[in-house]
């Protein structure tokens, strides 16, 4: 990235300070001035680049320095970061990258926001929630400042103040004790809201966020110009951006990706690995489409909220049924979390209603009322699957409140997890499990993938 690219990791001081109504606003602000606004989400999240796609109408990247590795984060920053439309004002530059972080900003290790800062070298502008706080909210920004010197905190924005004397107390103490720039300060009480579930917010097809109401938000109580200025102390990264590896000359095959409602937790990168790879990517709907695409060479099914939607994939059957043949026939399937789901026997909803799905697998997913399991994870291959060969190694995040029956053992574990968790359920040419996995650190995972599916045609 060029050093002149202007660039902001918007942060906060813990999860639920508002850093994604303050990035989605700044966005639509930014975008609306004429800005090339190019969005990236810190961390495993899914459904936050929706709602910047929503507002950018720019696919969002993951950057994810624990599971994709600090090479393959600053290459795809480095490619996307660039953008190609003139600024409407000063400062002059081509465009701006905002990265919304994750938690808190420190929050999360090498995962976190503060060590995507500190790799990329890019400014931070922190959200601090200021409600029941005054002149102490210069202490939390001062300690934000100091705790790290290799993490630049440039900017910071109060949100939810009750006043403008609020305002004063805190601004004061702030410019008194820190070195962050103020950019503005939110009211308390706003009209933006952003509806959540189980598994965080809406994803962005089922939000209606007022654009115009964003934008206003931040232009009124915000100092944008201010901030562009702020984002303009991008340094060169301290380390050289990797060339990552070119895959072989690619093999072409057709791979059937279901899109939809209730399947839509997709990394962008891992698509764009796999047609790069040859396959040629043809997308369904199994909560739409009656039957399969013609002539496919294997299936992805990602995750998202099939039990939202499980009486309408139920009722689905010659869909169903189609996904249980083509499993049986040996062609590759990979399915992670929602997509494992609906491969079940059924799902179990969380009022306790029950819904058959695809059944190649002979137990029940059972929704809980609590998280059931959250975290990074390594899976080692305990034999050959179609990700590839026993003892390859792949990378991803687990988040879900399913759980299954007890598989039985004649199914076979195709991997094991770093916790000692045996998943990766195999059976014929069908691998599933609740683990997302990102390709960034293991192309290889891609192209094996790609060549069963080559391999499986030409029997």
């Known amino acids: 990235m060029n050093s002149q690219q202007p660039a902001l990791i918007i942060a906060g001081t813990h999860s639920g300070c508002g850093k994604?109504?303050?990035?989605?606003?700044?966005?639509?602000?930014?975008?609306?001035?004429?800005?090339?606004?190019?969005?990236?989400?810190?961390?495993?999240?899914?459904?936050?680049?929706?709602?910047?796609?929503?507002?950018?109408?720019?696919?969002?990247?993951?950057?994810?320095?624990?599971?994709?590795?600090?090479?393959?984060?600053?290459?795809?920053?480095?490619?996307?970061?660039?953008?190609?439309?003139?600024?409407?004002?000063?400062?002059?530059?081509?465009?701006?990258?905002?990265?919304?972080?994750v938690m808190g900003l420190f929050d999360g290790g090498q995962g976190s926001a503060a060590t995507l800062a500190r790799l990329l070298n890019i400014p931070v502008l922190l959200v601090v929630d200021v409600r029941s706080a005054a002149e102490s909210v210069a202490a939390v920004v001062k300690g934000f400042e100091i705790l790290d010197p290799q993490v630049e905190v440039a900017g910071v924005i109060f949100n939810r103040v009750g006043s403008e004397r609020h305002v004063q107390m805190i601004s004061h103490a702030v410019r008194q004790h820190c070195q962050a720039e103020i950019i503005g300060a939110l009211p308390r009480e706003n009209k933006i809201a952003l509806p959540s579930r189980h598994l965080g917010l809406h994803t962005g097809p089922e939000v209606a966020l007022n654009r115009q109401s964003l934008v206003e938000l931040i232009e009124e109580h915000l100092d944008v110009d201010l901030l562009l200025k702020v984002a303009q102390q991008v340094k060169p990264a301290t380390e050289q951006v990797a060339e990552l590896a070119r895959l072989a000359d690619p093999i072409k095959v057709r791979l059937g990706v279901a899109q939809d409602e209730a399947f839509c937790f997709y990394y962008q990168d891992n698509?764009?690995?796999?047609?790069?790879?040859?396959?040629?990517?043809?997308?369904?709907?199994?909560?739409?489409?009656?039957?399969?695409?013609?002539?496919?060479?294997?299936?992805?099914?990602?995750?998202?909220?099939?039990?939202?939607?499980?009486?309408?994939?139920?009722?689905?059957?010659?869909?169903?049924?189609?996904?249980r043949a083509f499993s049986s026939s040996g062609k590759p399937v990979y399915a992670e979390c929602g997509g494992f789901m609906y491969l079940t026997k059924g799902i179990v909803t969380a009022d306790k209603e029950e819904y058959p799905m695809v059944g190649v697998y002979p137990v029940r997913s059972r929704m809980q009322q609590g998280l059931r399991r959250l975290g990074y994870r390594q899976v080692e291959m305990q034999t050959n699957t179609p990700l590839g060969l026993a003892g390859n190694c792949c990378y991803g995040h687990e988040f879900h409140y399913s759980t299954i029956d007890t598989m039985p053992s004649a199914i076979q574990r195709g991997y094991v997890l770093d916790d000692g968790w045996a998943e990766g359920y195999l059976k014929d040419n069908t691998l599933a499990g609740y683990v997302h996995l990102h390709w960034g650190k293991t192309p290889e995972a891609v192209q094996y993938f790609v060549y069963i599916m080559q391999h499986v045609r030409t029997l």
């Not at 989400?41 to 796609?53: N, Y």
């Not at 003139?86 to 530059?93: D, H, I, R, T």
């Open 20 to 101: 994604t109504t303050v990035t989605l606003g700044l966005m639509a602000a930014l975008k609306q001035r004429g800005l090339m606004v190019q969005p990236f989400k810190c961390g495993p999240d899914f459904i936050d680049p929706t709602l910047h796609l929503l507002i950018t109408e720019q696919v969002s990247r993951n950057l994810d320095v624990r599971m994709c590795g600090p090479a393959y984060v600053q290459h795809l920053f480095a490619t996307h970061a660039v953008t190609h439309a003139p600024l409407a004002e000063n400062p002059p530059a081509q465009g701006i990258a905002i990265i919304e972080g």
């Open 271 to 323: 698509l764009d690995m796999l047609a790069k790879a040859g396959a040629e990517l043809i997308f369904f709907s199994p909560l739409h489409d009656a039957t399969l695409p013609d002539t496919l060479d294997g299936l992805y099914l990602g995750g998202g909220y099939p039990e939202l939607y499980a009486e309408t994939l139920a009722v689905n059957t010659s869909m169903r049924g189609a996904i």
